[in-house]
């Protein structure tokens, strides 16, 4: 199958601390930590949204891959915050990296999911020769209305795949998904924030899916946890991943460099590829990783991945995950509503 080609990752530096938020509501920062296993979570600047994030990832991407960027033939964002209703990121993205206009582009949306669905569109698309590369980014700056349990979880940043056959720093070696209509989480048109089912985002919606679709690639490929040296889920709070891959059989030393949530919080369509992303920073030639999405509506996709020697020069390249946790800037509550847009002008 087609392989990963050059990766990269955007996580805005701003950052507010759970406490930040409980003092304001009356909340028990310490049970919000320890209940969700987040301390702190992302924040967007006021000059960055989806489009920016997506384009920040896509050349750190770039800078791995070293391909001309006239030789993308495709490019999907995934994001449930794209700045536009009418208007694809996409595009943008395109002429931020300047990408040959001989190209397909598309927005995606499937709540948490809609990355992993533009990788597996892309997997296609090289599988089958229509295209020689292909990019599929997912990103988003996710909502939480105030005072609601999402504002200590819904974050900002992206990751942006360059998916090829040629050069590759870690292979697909299977794909499958895992779907149903289960309305766990959704926001209607014009809405500013999401509604979302309360405990039942758990079961029957994330549990139900993420370990339906991980068994099925354990089927498919004829694997166990123990066949993988790393393995990613999504992460709406470090408490469901951590419970989904011990139920999967897989061990904290092959889960936590995944594990990103309980510093940047959940950053939707961002959070698996980001996830991944932070695995790729570290990991060695023949390492196996095991990697399940998930996104609200509802489905999860995963993936049995393989990396290969051309890694260890790759990851040089550009900056990791761990490089972008310096010269952080905390806010507080004010600054931080400011910055989402929470504080209307009239």
């Known amino acids: 199958m087609a392989g990963i080609v050059g990766y990269g990752s955007y996580i805005p530096p701003y950052r507010i601390k759970v406490e930040e938020i409980a003092k304001v509501w009356g909340d028990d920062p310490k049970a919000i930590s320890r209940g969700l296993v987040v301390d702190q979570k992302s924040v967007p600047g006021p000059d960055e949204d989806t489009i920016t994030i997506s384009v920040e990832a896509a050349r750190l991407a770039l800078k791995r891959a070293q391909i001309n960027p006239e030789k993308i033939n495709a490019i999907y964002v995934g994001s449930e915050s794209h700045p536009y209703a009418v208007k694809p990121t996409a595009t943008i993205v395109a002429d931020a990296i300047q990408a040959s206009p001989n190209l397909t582009a598309a927005d995606l949306e499937f709540a948490c999911k809609a990355g992993t669905a533009g990788m597996q569109a892309i997997i296609g698309e090289v599988d089958s020769d229509m295209i020689e590369y292909g990019l599929a980014i997912g990103a988003d700056t996710s909502q939480g209305a105030p005072g609601d349990a999402l504002e200590y ?88 991943y951590i419970r989904a891959a011990k139920k999967l059989g897989f ?95 009239q």
Do not use: W
């Open 153 to 240: 979880t819904a974050s900002a940043g992206g990751s942006a795949y360059i998916i090829g056959k040629k050069d590759t720093i870690a292979d697909f070696e299977g794909t499958c998904s895992f779907t149903t209509d289960t309305p766990d989480f959704y926001r209607r048109e014009g809405q500013a924030y999401p509604s979302h089912g309360g405990r039942f985002t758990g079961e029957p919606a994330y549990f139900k899916h993420v370990l339906n679709a991980a068994k099925n690639m354990f089927e498919k490929m004829g694997t166990t946890a123990e066949d993988y040296d790393h393995a990613v889920f999504h992460q709406p709070n470090g408490k469901f």
């Open 251 to 345: 061990n904290e030393d092959q889960y936590k460099d995944g594990l990103l949530t309980p510093k940047i919080g959940n950053t939707y369509s961002g959070a698996t590829p980001l996830g991944l992303s932070s695995i790729l920073d570290i990991a060695k030639p023949k390492e196996r990783i095991f990697a399940v999405s998930y996104g609200s509506g509802a489905g999860s996709d995963a993936f049995s991945i393989k990396v290969n020697d051309n890694i260890t020069e790759v990851q040089k390249r550009a900056k990791t995950i761990k490089d972008q946790e310096e010269n952080l800037i905390f806010v507080d509550y004010s600054t931080y509503a400011k910055y989402k847009g929470k504080i209307k002008m």
